[in-house]
């Protein structure tokens, strides 16, 4: 759960960069600053060379003029944080509101910023603001869906936020694997399933590398069907190698198949990746001590039992 | 014991050097150890907003004019909690110690167990010039915070984006600063061979030595008449730093060597 809600902000990176940069259109033409700057921080941003383009930003909002046009505060507030400054962010973008900008994508970056400073009542309301200012975008509807299922494990709200997202888009592939994966929560395999294969056909048709799906794919079809689940899981780690997660399935697989060794090797890539994931150290402790490794096992089992201490529950 | 007396008044002067020690952990609602699933929440962006422009200012005089900017405004904010902590802090840049008691105390009220908070207080207790019966209270009361922040430390659940090495180095440097809050309690209690322990798990736990630490451990070996421990203690002080406890720790190793 915890590398979903971490898988949020990169997607919000891929979204910002596939959907927004295109945004940036005419940033000269529409604005009342000086058309050569803003040429300039206009050609900066395409090129994405983002730290020479909030440095420029930080100087043109200096001059008092440009310190009132509403779309330099919003690139100022996004590239600040896509800087990871947060606080500085949301000021900008605050700026840009009072000073009468209320465009869907300027309540959605400020939206997902205060996401991530863990602001949920003003992401909610930032993403209402959003759904109102464009009633056929499906990312608001979208990201609530993600609020729901990774902070509140709310199911149900969050299938409902996903479907209102497809019924706008339905080939919006993110929505289509997170309604699965919210099917599964509920207990409705079968659909979750169709899901997931829509998801998988989506993104080969797109060629976007997103792992998640296969992953899901893989889990569902570890008991009845290991041999298939090995094929998705293996996808999936090739896929995305950075996500622990998909390490930890293909765990499951080869553990299911007997075949313990394989099943360490992928557990420790996950640890490796989610150190602080006491659940994939449960599963070393249990197959070192089927292969009668009892040093081993009993190394792994003090790790859980350390970070169950120190992070509770998974 | 004239020279115990003289040398827990140099206590003192090591405060604000002892408090800089503090690490980023002390910043609230964005530092490490808040859960995600528990983050107080703001109910409107204009609360928000002020609660930023506290976080962001720099100079301690606005930053305290501000939260009682804020507690008049938001009086049920959830931020408001915090928002004393930062104020606790200003007050503590301006070795402020009454403000520190007060708007830690507030802090406090409403973020029962907040660590960080009850380090502070722990720590700048030991650090009032008050005498009596009412000084006597606060040293037990700050005997409290800091057996309050140890326990704490062992029962909080940490986010998992934190790692495992940041905290266990985050957690002893927490703990250290409770056992040398105990010392320091103790050392003006007048229990030098507890303000010895203490000083010394302080000195041992801290993952990043601390020259005020050894400054403290030495002075209190001086005190228990443990010479040799003593110039050990100021010596690694004098090393470490900064200027002023090496001044002082050279100072009293000159004292000693004259001693001999």
């Known amino acids: ?314 | 014991m004239a020279n115990s007396n003289s040398r827990l008044k140099f206590f003192t002067p090591v405060l604000a050097l002892t408090l800089l020690a503090s690490s980023v952990y002390m910043r609230g609602q964005f530092g490490p150890l808040v859960d995600p699933a528990y983050t107080p929440q703001a109910k409107s962006q204009e609360e928000f907003d002020v609660y930023l422009q506290i976080l962001t200012e720099v100079s301690p005089k606005e930053i305290i004019a501000q939260v009682e900017k804020f507690a008049s405004a938001y009086p049920a904010s959830q931020l408001l909690g915090t928002a004393y902590q930062h104020q606790m802090l200003a007050y503590r840049e301006l070795n402020d110690l009454q403000g520190v008691l007060e708007a830690g105390g507030k802090s406090l009220r409403l973020l029962t167990d907040n660590v960080t908070t009850l380090l502070t207080l722990a720590s700048a207790i030991p650090n009032t010039s008050m005498s009596g019966p009412a000084a006597a209270e606060l040293l037990t009361q700050a005997e409290e915070y800091a057996h309050r922040a140890l326990r704490g430390l062992h029962r909080i659940h940490v986010p998992r984006e934190v790692s495992l090495e940041r905290w266990e180095k985050l957690r002893d440097q927490m703990e250290a600063q409770a056992h040398e809050a105990l010392g320091h309690v103790a050392a003006k209690q007048g229990r030098m061979q507890i303000a010895i322990s203490e000083f010394e798990m302080a000195t041992e736990k801290n993952p990043e030595p601390q020259g005020t630490q050894f400054f403290r451990l030495g002075l209190a070996y001086l005190s228990a008449g443990k010479q040799e421990s003593a110039r050990q203690a100021l010596q690694k002080a004098a090393e470490l730093g900064p200027d002023l406890i090496t001044q002082r720790a050279l100072e009293e190793l000159q004292k000693l060597g004259r001693a001999k």
């Open chain 1, 1 to 314: 759960m915890g590398e979903h809600l971490q898988d949020s902000r990169s997607l919000l990176a891929l979204w910002l960069l596939l959907f927004w940069l295109p945004g940036c259109d005419g940033l000269a033409q529409t604005s009342t600053a000086a058309p050569e700057t803003m040429k300039r921080l206009e050609q900066l941003i395409r090129k994405e060379q983002w730290e020479q383009a909030l440095r420029f930003a930080e100087q043109l909002v200096l001059v008092e003029t440009n310190s009132q046009e509403p779309m330099l505060q919003y690139w100022l507030g996004f590239l600040r944080w896509r800087q990871q400054d947060r606080i500085k962010a949301v000021q900008a973008l605050r700026s840009a509101e009072r000073l009468g900008l209320s465009a869907a994508f300027l309540h959605k970056t400020l939206g997902m910023i205060y996401f991530d400073l863990r602001q949920f009542t003003l992401f909610t309301e930032q993403m209402e603001k959003a759904m109102r200012a464009d009633a056929g975008d499906p990312e608001p509807h979208f990201h609530l869906g993600r609020y729901f299922e990774s902070v509140q494990h709310n199911f149900g709200r969050a299938l409902e936020c996903f479907e209102r997202a497809l019924r706008l888009q339905p080939e919006h592939v993110q929505s289509i694997y997170y309604k699965g994966f919210c099917l599964e929560m509920l207990g409705k395999q079968e659909q979750a399933l169709q899901n997931y294969h829509l998801a998988v056909q989506l993104l080969k048709k797109e060629g976007v590398r997103f792992s998640w799906p296969y992953q899901a794919i893989a889990r569902i079809l570890l008991s009845a069907d290991p041999e298939q689940a090995l094929q998705w899981a293996t996808e999936a780690a090739e896929l995305e190698p950075d996500i622990a997660a998909n390490h930890l399935v293909l765990a499951k697989v080869h553990e299911r198949s007997g075949k313990l060794t394989e099943a360490i090797d992928a557990l420790h890539k996950a640890v490796q990746r989610n150190p602080t994931d006491g659940s994939a150290y449960y599963m070393l402790f249990r197959l070192y001590k089927k292969l009668g490794r009892s040093e081993a096992a009993e190394a792994q089992l003090r790790m859980f039992e350390k970070l169950k201490a120190i992070y509770g529950e998974q």
